[in-house]
Antibody, heavy 117, light 113 residues
């Protein structure tokens, strides 16, 4: 059974760094073709794909967030991570992680992140 | 970036009716080497995470009712629900995974009359 669960700080202040963790089970990020992606969704709005990391440690970042994103993984502990630097109120959203095989076939429940002073 | 355009933005139908929704991409999602369209459809019910319904434009995921039908190729795609049920109330998103950045359409909100 494939499951993913996101965790994060809940609330942080502008200019801080957001650190998110995706803890998963039922698959391995060392398996050929496997990937994990991060997607976010502001309340009442659409979905935005942020970053992917693949079994071979290849990484992709959405250029719209320029150089603020860093994705990484800990294969031994079945975790993937996303850092977003210099957050502002526009980063307030629910953040999801998803397993990527052909699109995101399994998603976590999401973690709400609020950026507020 | 590949732009995904979904229409309509919302529609209201009665249970039992057939509904179709469109997704158009700004460039072809058909990969010539494997003849696959890199297009997925997701269903997001209120308060829930998105759920993958269809990948490769027309391949229904395991457990997805057969009333959900994906079709199309290249730049024009359609999601059809052959007989809408009350539980199909949701926002439906298409997504291209042909090229990075992966991009989503803005969604079609399905309301049940």
């Amino acid at each position: 059974q494939v499951t993913l669960k996101e965790s994060g700080p809940g609330i942080l202040q502008p200019s801080q760094t957001l650190s998110l963790t995706c803890t998963f089970s039922g698959f391995s990020l060392s398996t050929y073709g496997m990937g994990v992606g991060w997607i976010r969704q502001p309340s009442g709005k659409g979905l935005e794909w942020l970053a992917n990391i693949w079994w071979d440690d290849d990484k992709y970042y959405n250029p719209s967030l320029k150089n603020r994103l860093t994705i990484s993984k800990d294969t031994s502990n079945n975790q993937a991570f996303l850092k977003i630097t210099n957050v502002d109120t526009a980063d307030t959203a629910t953040y999801y992680c998803a397993r990527i095989v052909s699109g995101g076939d399994y998603w976590g429940q999401g973690v709400m992140v609020t950026v507020s002073s | 970036d590949i732009v995904m355009t979904q229409t309509p933005s919302s529609q209201a139908v009665s249970a039992g009716e057939k509904v179709t929704m469109s997704c158009k991409s700004s460039q072809s999602l058909l990969y010539s080497e494997n003849k696959k369209n890199y297009l997925a459809w997701y269903q997001q019910k209120p308060g829930q995470s998105p759920k993958l319904l269809i990948s490769w434009a027309s391949t229904r995921e395991s457990g997805v009712p057969d009333r959900f039908i994906g079709s199309g190729s290249g730049t024009d795609f359609t999601l059809t629900i052959s007989s809408v049920q009350a539980e199909d109330l949701a926002v439906y998103y298409c997504e291209q995974y042909y090229d990075t950045p992966f991009t989503f359409g803005s969604g079609t909100k399905l309301e049940i009359k």
